[in-house]
T-cell receptor, first 114, second 115 residues
Framework: SAVISQKPSRDICQRGTSLTIQCQVDSQVTMMFWYRQQPGQSLTLIATANQGSEATYESGFVIDKFPISRPNLTFSTLTVSNMSPEDSSIYLC???????????FGQGTRLTVV | AQTVTQSQPEMSVQEAETVTLSCTYDTSESDYYLFWYKQPPSRQMILVIRQEAYKQQNATENRFSVNFQKAAKSFSLKISDSQLGDAAMYFCAYRITGANSKLTFGKGITLSVRP
């Protein structure tokens, strides 16, 4: 299975600021995804990070609020911009390896906006 | 659109006993994958088991097995000889075949294990 390093693991941020979350994989992967999860709830897909092109966003999520980069096949970032307390959540990176069917997840970033 | 339904929000099992977690899904596709993921309090999502829709044989991984009923669109997870470490949130997930397809998750079920 892929080894995924997601940083930071947690952060407390002031409203109006931005936070960038990094996801590094130890091998080249086909797909990279970003999810949001409220405590005790299911995962909601924010976007699919596309290598070398703009991310594909799900309904309700926009690039201005959640800009995503994926410069190569092993690394992606998610930025949560102009944060408000409603952005307090867990953010997870997920990858699907080449020729694989299952997805693997990073450890998650617990974000608290005050 | 594909949907995954986990209708039981919580379940409890006695240590060493067997428990079954239910999951149903809705799809018009014939070729897809189904998964069960475990999320303990550490929040790390862990793959428990996967099933390819084209396979009739139910998947098994040690104490974990599934009952896959394709016609009924049902995919339940059986945990045998439950251990305290099995306490977690469990998510059923679905993904169609294809390199660019995404996972669709159920709402999850919280499993507690009584010592």
């Amino acid at each position: 299975s892929a080894v995924i390093s997601q940083k930071p693991s947690r952060d407390i941020c002031q409203r109006g600021t931005s936070l960038t979350i990094q996801c590094q994989v130890d091998s080249q992967v086909t797909m990279m995804f970003w999810y949001r999860q409220q405590p005790g709830q299911s995962l909601t897909l924010i976007a699919t990070a596309n290598q070398g092109s703009e991310a594909t966003y799900e309904s309700g999520f926009v690039i201005d609020k959640f800009p995503i980069s994926r410069p190569n096949l092993t690394f992606s970032t998610l930025t949560v911009s102009n944060m408000s307390p409603e952005d307090s959540s867990i953010y997870l990176c997920s990858v699907v390896g080449q020729g694989r069917t299952e997805a693997f997840f990073g450890q998650g970033t617990r974000l608290t906006v005050v | 659109a594909q949907t995954v339904t986990q209708s039981q929000p919580e379940m409890s099992v006695q240590e060493a006993e067997t428990v079954t977690l239910s999951c149903t899904y809705d799809t018009s596709e014939s070729d897809y994958y189904l998964f069960w993921y475990k999320q303990p309090p550490s929040r790390q999502m862990i793959l428990v088991i996967r099933q390819e829709a084209y396979k009739q044989q139910n998947a098994t991984e040690n104490r974990f097995s599934v009952n896959f009923q394709k016609a009924a669109k049902s995919f339940s997870l059986k945990i045998s000889d439950s251990q305290l470490g099995d306490a977690a949130m469990y998510f059923c997930a679905y993904r169609i075949t294809g390199a660019n397809s995404k996972l669709t998750f159920g709402k999850g079920i919280t499993l507690s294990v009584r010592p």
